[in-house]
């Protein structure tokens, strides 16, 4: 290669990187044999490599005199004029600043003036100090430049489609999908994945450190009804197929059959589901199991892991032990089974501040047919919630499946401005002010329906008004405050398309105080299911399992209707002698999207699908030529 008056040839080897000529330049006194790295003298560094003795984030004052060498991109560069440049080099430890002119080094200047941004460059200097006015007083990289010696263009990039480090001038999703291994050069996708590796050492030294052995298990299987929609496999053999596993449950139950009494793994499981901002087709998430337990040994472990992770992580320390709710609770105060803590608006029920004969025809009706009229409060929500707005909180309850909500403003007087003012008596309305502890500015949102689909509305009505709110300055929810949650006595069964469904999954053992009702009313029946939540946000889900084989056909073949065939192999394995034991998964990739204060999980994913599940950078998914479909038996359509 040749670079301005100075013809250098770089020769890669094995253990050196070394120059085919001895001939000097006046120009350019660093061109010379450079000596291998075992033979110059530097400070030693854990990443030192046979190209380079350091990295960006190595450096620092305490090595001012000392010659480096780097390899890094070219981030910046400055010029000024014809013979001053500043160069800033990035890898993936740190950056730190190039001094180059003309009077010292004409020919390393115009290798480096001609090497583009993004480029990968060798460099070597000498570290000293900047000028004390140029220092940023940090005591590392921001107190020194580097003087090279001798630099060579390694790969010398063309054109980027997009820069990754300009925030105001980003490419949209499409693009850095596209490019992924350039948006992955961002500051934040690297300190993501940074926090990532540690929080899954930390998880793994928490878990080791209690007695878990991590333990690897099949991804592929068979299909298992219920849950999700798995990827199916095919085989050689004709209409025989594998599927993807949604998760180890199966096989890590039968690891506690077979004795091993604590297991764990940093466990990949596969959905085929709708992309959404918290959904990705494969994902991780931190699996373990344990027997002789019950519910609070599983979640003792669980906390002490969240502790240690949130303290690695974010230097915070997390109180323990964690509150519990009730399903039944969290739905009656926040609507939802998932419930952000952190702000009020609970849900309030004014079904008896209404008359009997209500001159409301819809609360008439709701209440003749044994319904429930409920609301939130939205503390001076009057102020931020217009008529324009208004409007679209109406878009947004339609959108959810009602037909909308009752929008009332409190004035000054107590009256109300609303549709309904004038359809309601003043009892009514100094009833319900008093039921909400309503005060001039306010704003209540009422709806009125059966009791699931009121309390399901007011929850995401909840979420939108707060996020409202914050668009327009109003913090409900504290960013660096977590509060944590444990959800439990879910039904175990719940109505899903007019069939019933396990509300976890098959192997949940029913609650002791509901276990009677399997045979007579199991809508009523409890289970030993118990979810943890922080901020609003599902973390992961855990139950104690059903060690009887006997409870657990007739929870599969009576209850479900499903075919036994497909479980016979658990059910003959629980018939040999198995523990009662119990487990939960936390997901790995939520986890650290939270504590990254990441907007999705694609954030924190290093290659993540798109949201429609396609890897828009290779293709993924493809068609496949016909004589390897024929290989497997499979025909287009």
Known sequence: MFFGTCRRIVTQLPRLVMRTTARTCKRCPAYVMRAPPQQRKYSQSVYTTSLRTHTCGDLGPQMAGETVTLCAWVHNRRDFGKNLCFVTLRDAYGAVQLYLNTQEDICNLEVLRAASLESVVIVTGVVRERAEDAKRGDGGVGDIEIVPTEASILNNSAPLPFSPHHKSNQANHEVRHKYRYIDLRRAELQENLRLRSQLAKVSRDVLTDQGFLEIETPTLFKRTPGGAAEFPVPTRNAGLFYTLVQSPQQFK??????????????????????????????????????????QRDIEDITEKLIQKIWKAGLDIDIELPFPRMRYATAMARFGVDKPDTRYG??????????????SLKLIQEVLHNKGVVQGIKVEGGKKYFNSSACKKLQQFAKGIGVKGVITVFIDDDGSWSSSIAAHVTESEREAINQHFDASP???????????????????????????????????????KKFNFLWVDEFPLFEYDEGKLVATHHVFTAPHADTADLLMKNPLQVRGQHFDIVANGIELGGGSVRNHDPETQKYIISDILNEDLGHFEHMLEALSFGAPPHGGIALGFDRLVMIMAGARSLRDVLAFPKSFVGKDLMGGAPDSIDSDYLKLYHIKRA
């Open 253 to 294: 139950q039968l690891l506690m059959v077979a004795g091993y009494d604590r297991y764990y793994q940093l466990a990949r499981c596969y959905r085929d589901e709708g992309g959404r901002g918290d959904r990705q087709p494969e994902f991780t998430q931190i699996d373990l199991e344990m027997s002789f337990v019950k």
């Open 345 to 358: 608006m609970e849900l309030v029920d004014v079904t008896q501040c209404f008359e009997k004969e209500t």
């Open 441 to 479: 500015g306010d704003m209540l949102i009422l709806s009125a329906s059966d009791l699931d689909t009121v309390q399901s509305t007011l929850g995401k009505i909840r979420i939108y008004v707060a996020d409202e709110l914050e668009e327009q300055g109003v913090q409900l929810r504290d960013p």
